[in-house]
């Protein structure tokens, strides 16, 4: 009886529909196109935090407090952080479709110059950590927008000369931050129960995302990702706009440099390049989601905490790290791809 009943549920549904089409009410409101693009806009901006929410739960269920306790808490915060960060520095270049591959490279020398310069004051460390990413995206910019280079061989070449000043900068292989730095330890110190690192990575999010979309550089930023050429003949000036991009991205890598030195307390020549691969992965499954920037940045945000979960989650289970790194490069591999999917990609 019960499946009589839904199937003359369903019965009455298809008569209501089909009338609705006679009678031109679809037409008219054309509501089921609205209706397809709501749930096509739901899915996209929704999907990527109930696929985070689902795999929380699910290892939750799995390891029992094995894995939700306290600590584990605090490291998702921490790989959240340390994703992210470099995550939404590669952010600001993908709006405009654009790559960045140094950042890795910068992030180790800013990190080895600040360890250099470990006695400085908090402020003027990650200040001089910032300066040193700066610069490097002004030569990314500079050879990108204004020499022509494509992006991918630029900021390699850019990411190189970064390594061998980092190599110059080394005389036994490594630099030790000294426990009585400022810069030691600060990152993950907490507030309120919560890793600083972690309150960075939300204060940058913020900012940039405010950035992307309240001030005109940043709308001017997405016109161009959008459309270069429409951006061109609106008067957008597209080779400033790429320049002030890669000195964001840069900026925010060497910040981020001066973060993963306070984290681990020493930097050594390509500590920076191994959370690259994360960077991306975050930054692509993001940069696939919605139609603003400031969705782009969220997507970021939740792309980071993805991979923390299952990192923290696989390890905590006990499973090989080859399997751990594995399932980063298929993530990247399929925010390649859904990217592709939702714009051809210019290689520039």
């Known amino acids: 009886m019960a499946t009589d009943g839904r199937v003359r549920v369903t019965e009455l549904w298809q008569e209501v529909w089909v009338k609705m089409e006679a009678t031109g009410v679809l037409r008219k409101h054309n509501l089921s196109a609205q209706l397809l693009r709501a749930m096509s806009w739901s899915l996209r901006e929704y999907g990527l935090l109930v696929v985070v929410v689902v795999l929380f739960a699910g290892f939750s269920v799995w390891l029992g407090t094995g894995f939700l306790n306290a600590n584990n808490l605090n490291v998702i915060a921490q790989n959240m952080a340390l994703f992210g960060i470099l995550g939404l520095a590669v952010t600001t270049v993908l709006v405009m479709w654009d790559f960045d591959l140094s950042v890795g490279s910068v992030a180790s020398l800013a990190g080895i110059v600040v360890g250099r ?60 931050l000294s426990p009585t730095s400022p810069l030691y330890g600060f990152a993950t110190e907490k507030f309120a129960g919560v890793p600083f690192e972690f309150l960075l990575l939300v204060a940058l999010a913020v900012l940039l995302g405010l950035f992307l979309t309240q001030t005109q550089a ?82 970021t945000l939740l792309g980071a905490a993805l991979l923390a979960i299952l990192s923290t989650g696989m390890s ?33």
């Open 117 to 176: 310069l470990g006695g400085l004051p908090l402020p003027a460390s990650l200040a001089v950590a910032t300066l040193v990413g700066a610069a490097s995206g002004v030569l990314n910019g500079a050879l990108v927008a204004l020499v022509g280079l494509p992006a991918f061989v630029a900021t390699l070449a850019v990411g190189a000369v970064a390594g061998g000043i980092a190599m110059r900068q080394l005389q036994s292989g490594y630099v030790i």
């Open 218 to 299: 940043g709308r001017n930023m997405w016109a161009i990702g959008d459309s270069l050429e429409s951006a061109r003949l609106r008067g957008v000036f597209v080779s400033q706009h790429r320049i002030l991009a890669y000195v964001i991205t840069g900026s925010v890598a060497g910040l981020y440099g001066a973060i993963l030195m306070s984290h681990v307390g020493n930097a050594t020549v390509g500590q920076g390049e191994s959370y690259l691969l994360d960077a991306y992965a975050s930054a692509l499954i993001g940069a696939t989601l919605g139609k603003t920037a400031s969705v782009k940045i969220r997507g």
């Open 316 to 348: 905590v289970a006990g499973l090989d790290q080859a399997l751990i790194q594995l399932q980063r490069g298929v993530i990247l591999i399929l925010g390649l791809l859904a990217m592709g999917a939702t714009k051809n990609l210019r290689l520039r």
